[in-house]
């Protein structure tokens, strides 16, 4: 499976951006996706997941602002970002969840992400 995340920019704080991961192969409807993020200087974090019966998932830090959506019939997965702070500025990825196998492998490779950024 691969995976290409689109849709980042720089917006200003309270804006909006949505986001979309396009993924190959029929695997992808199956698995529970997910929405990760990597600012500078810190780990990749999960801020979002929906599973194959559209149940949602949310991290404290983006709920109520963030929502996550799929497409199966276009491999499609979306996350819609509301009232962005600056703590919000990333790079941001899709992936399933979870992503890695217990060797610490990832199940899929990571795509190149989408960088966002929020300025205040």
């Known amino acids: 499976v691969q995976l290409q995340a689109f849709g980042g920019g720089l917006v200003q704080a309270g804006g909006s951006l949505r986001l979309s991961c396009a993924g190959s192969g029929s695997i992808f409807s199956i698995n529970t996706m997910g929405w990760y993020r990597q600012a500078p200087g810190k780990l990749r974090e999960l801020v979002a997941t929906i599973n194959s019966g559209d149940r949602t998932n949310y991290d404290d830090s983006v709920k109520g602002r963030f929502t996550i959506s799929r497409d199966n019939a276009k491999n499609t997965v979306y996350l819609q970002m509301n009232s962005l702070k600056p703590e919000d500025t990333a790079v941001y990825y899709c992936?399933?969840?979870?992503?890695?196998?217990?060797?610490?492998?990832?199940?899929?490779?990571w795509g190149p992400g989408t960088q966002v950024t929020v300025s205040s």
């Open positions: 992936n399933r969840n979870p992503a890695y196998t217990s060797w610490g492998t990832p199940f899929w490779p």
